[in-house]
T-cell receptor, first 111, second 115 residues
Framework: TQLLEQSPQFLSIQEGENLTVYCNSSSVFSSLQWYRQEPGEGPVLLVT?????EVKKLKRLTFQFGDARKDSSLHITAAQTGDTGLYLC???????????FGSGTRLSIRP | GAGVSQTPSNKVTEKGKYVELRCDPISGHTALYWYRQSLGQGPEFLIY????????DSGLPNDRFFAVRPEGSVSTLKIQRTERGDSAVYLCASSLSRGSYNEQFFGPGTRLTVL
């Protein structure tokens, strides 16, 4: 069974600080996605990474896929209160496989 | 354009009752997914449709759960003899076609509470 573990589960930091969220597995994934979910809404896709070692940037967010395609990280620079939410990583064993979600990191940015 | 919509937004029912949850995907999306999200957890895959057929129902927890998509658009998730452990947010998502590389667009979910 493929599992994705996210750490930390909860993170509360001051606005302006930097943070990193991790997503780890013992399994290899063909692709890995990061989502952000706000209360009462469904997850919204932020990025998909498919190549080992790939780095993608989305404004202040930097996503990295591990060389072995078993892990990923999300780094946020100069966090803003609008970054508050539940961040989920999700992976698929192949392009035709179902997506498995991690348990999420709940991020709170204090003004 | 309209996104994925789900009805009802909230459903409270009693243990043992039957419930139906509806999902209207984005027009033209052939792939439709159902997930269940418990408090403090990520979404858990239940079933995936490609067109009218269930391509993967391996996530359905037991035979009390059933889903249909008769015309390849709207889908209904049906739960018989509900139990308190079925309480969760049920999310629906759709994508243009099958494949994990295709972006899934999620609806806001139906919060099911079984008393």
């Amino acid at each position: 069974t493929q599992l994705l573990e996210q750490s930390p589960q909860f993170l509360s930091i001051q606005e302006g600080e930097n943070l990193t969220v991790y997503c780890n597995s013992s399994s290899v994934f063909s692709s890995l996605q990061w989502y952000r979910q706000e209360p009462g809404e469904g997850p919204v896709l932020l990025v998909t990474v498919v190549t080992g070692g790939e780095v993608k940037k989305l404004k202040r967010l930097t996503f990295q896929f591990g060389d072995a395609r078993k892990d990923s990280s999300l780094h946020i620079t100069a966090a803003q209160t609008g970054d508050t939410g539940l961040y989920l990583c999700a992976g698929a064993a192949s392009s035709a496989s179902k997506i498995i979600f991690g348990s999420g990191t709940r991020l709170s940015i204090r003004p | 354009g309209a996104g994925v919509s789900q009805t009802p937004s909230n459903k409270v029912t009693e243990k043992g009752k039957y419930v139906e949850l509806r999902c209207d995907p984005i027009s033209g999306h052939t792939a439709l997914y159902w997930y269940r999200q418990s408090l403090g957890q990520g979404p858990e895959f239940l079933i995936y449709f490609q067109g009218t057929g269930a391509a993967d129902d391996s996530g359905l927890p037991n035979d009390r759960f059933f889903a249909v998509r008769p015309e390849g658009s709207v889908s209904t998730l049906k739960i018989q003899r509900t139990e308190r452990g079925d309480s969760a947010v049920y999310l629906c998502a759709s994508s243009l076609s099958r494949g994990s590389y295709n972006e899934q667009f999620f609806g806001p979910g139906t919060r099911l509470t079984v008393l």
